[in-house]
């Protein structure tokens, strides 16, 4: 496993007060007696930037099972800036469930928060940025009156290694029992179950080609899959436009991104010589 950065805890209390209307966005007007204070603490936020404070534009989005439907929380001024901040937002109650950042077009309810996990992904060169780029929220379930914000997903890399330099254009993971992409829902327990819409199938999409190696260097492909423990996964390589490689892979555990931890899975394929000879030879995981 590879620890690159810590991605994201919030720590919340809620109480009731009153504040102003959304700076950005045009809301109904509501009564300053139904809002809901939340204190965020900040340990440290995943950002496409290398800020770990909470920036101006952070808005959380917020359910409860008796009251609150997909409630727009804004930071106060205050907190901008800093790793403690505080939230304000129309009254919610009962069990109550969070997303960040906040979308005004997102359906979810505060028993189960749909996660969509696209099948079909770009290439992207760097682990943070592809990471980011499909896995666009963070959930949190409040228990004990605290909201621990997690990912829903996992990242599998994956290295090509060969003899002579290779293009590939896409690669495919592929499942024959297990649903790897499209609709799931996150339970309050951190688990993401697909359902039977949900794909067996993720393709990386490499455009023109992305070289097997430069040098000594190989490159990496990196796939956003759901997490869990995969007995059967294969993988299939896309050579120059043809499909030439075929592999199964042994057990693979992906991780879900954890609380302050960015883990990723490792594979790496060996290949001896051309495409045209591509050896079975076991995972190895790094």
């Known amino acids: 496993m590879k620890k690159l950065f810590n991605s994201i805890i919030l720590i919340a209390a809620v109480v009731v007060t009153g504040c102003t209307e959304h700076k950005d966005m045009e809301f109904a007007p509501v ?23 909470w920036p101006e534009d952070a808005y959380i989005g917020v ?3 008796e009251h609150g439907d997909n409630e727009c929380y804004t930071i106060k001024d205050a907190g901008v800036g800093l790793k403690n901040a505080t939230f304000y937002g129309p009254f919610v109650s009962g069990a109550i469930a969070a997303y960040y950042p906040y979308d005004p077009s997102y359906i979810g309810n505060a028993e189960g ?13 760097d682990a943070v940025a592809q990471f980011l780029a499909y896995t ?11 909201l621990d914000f997690i990912y829903p997903n996992g990242l599998l890399h994956i290295t090509v290694e060969t003899v002579e330099t290779l293009k590939i254009n896409e690669i495919t993971i592929s499942s024959a029992a297990s649903r790897l992409s499209g609709l799931g829902i996150l339970g309050n ?8 819409t949900a794909d067996s199938t993720v393709v990386l999409n490499c455009g023109e080609g ?21 007995e ?14 075929r592999k199964s892979l042994p057990p693979v555990s992906v991780e879900r991104v954890n609380a302050g931890d960015f883990a990723i899975t490792s594979v790496s394929i060996k290949a001896q010589g051309g495409p045209d000879s591509f050896i079975d030879t076991p995972v190895e995981f790094e």
Not at 34 to 44: D, F, K, P, S, V
Not at 116 to 123: C, G, I, M, P, R
Not at 137 to 145: E, G, L, T, V
């Open 63 to 65: 359910y409860g099972t």
């Open 31 to 53: 009564d300053n007696s139904g809002y809901t204070i939340i204190q965020a603490n900040l340990e440290t936020l995943l950002l496409e930037s290398d800020e770990r404070v």
């Open 189 to 196: 327990d951190g688990t993401l179950s697909m359902t039977e």
């Open 232 to 245: 059967d996964l294969s993988i299939s390589l896309e050579i120059d436009g043809e499909p030439t490689f």
């Open 210 to 230: 992305v070289l097997s190696r430069e040098g000594d260097a190989f490159a990496d492909f990196y796939i956003v899959l759901v997490p869990g423990q995969y």
């Open 136 to 146: 666009p929220r963070a959930y949190a379930y409040m228990k004990d009156n605290v």
């Open 113 to 125: 928060m749909p996660v969509v996990l696209e099948s079909e992904q770009e290439y992207g060169a």
